[in-house]
């Protein structure tokens, strides 16, 4: 898969990816760093990568102005651990559901309950 890791997130997430086989993104590797969130949605979008953020309102209120998207990843306010763990059981989750996470998440967000247990959802 392909994803965008928000500067308000570690830059190891998008290192950890990697080392996973996905292609992973941060601000701090890629010289975007404090860069408007619209301009980051813009860049994402053009680049086909799925969002991963714990800036959750400000991420679906520009998404809910594009026709379509590659989707996002909503984290809670967590420790980077327990993130990095949130991340792992979305991807777990999108490969029990297609074999073509990045298909399946276009237009889409995934969410988390209170047990940090990941859902997929239509974002508007």
């Known amino acids: 898969m392909r994803f965008f890791i928000d ?3 570690s830059p190891l997430f ?3 990816l ?3 086989g996905h292609d992973a993104v941060h601000p701090l590797h890629i010289g975007r760093r ?3 969130d619209d301009t980051i949605r813009d860049i994402y979008i053009a680049d086909d990568r799925v969002i991963v953020t714990a800036n959750n309102i400000d991420f679906r ?3 809910s102005r594009e026709p379509i998207h590659p989707g996002l990843i909503a984290l ?3 420790d980077r651990e327990t993130g990095w763990q ?3 059981s979305a991807l777990a989750y999108l490969e029990m559901l297609s074999d073509d996470p990045m298909r399946l998440m276009a ?3 995934i969410e988390y309950d209170t047990a940090g247990k990941p859902s997929l959802k239509p974002l508007p």
């Open 7 to 9: 500067e308000c997130l």
């Open 14 to 16: 998008a290192q950890r």
């Open 18 to 20: 990697w080392k996973l």
């Open 34 to 36: 404090g860069q408007r």
């Open 61 to 63: 209120s520009l998404l």
């Open 76 to 78: 809670p306010q967590v």
């Open 86 to 88: 949130m991340i792992l």
């Open 107 to 109: 237009g889409k967000g």
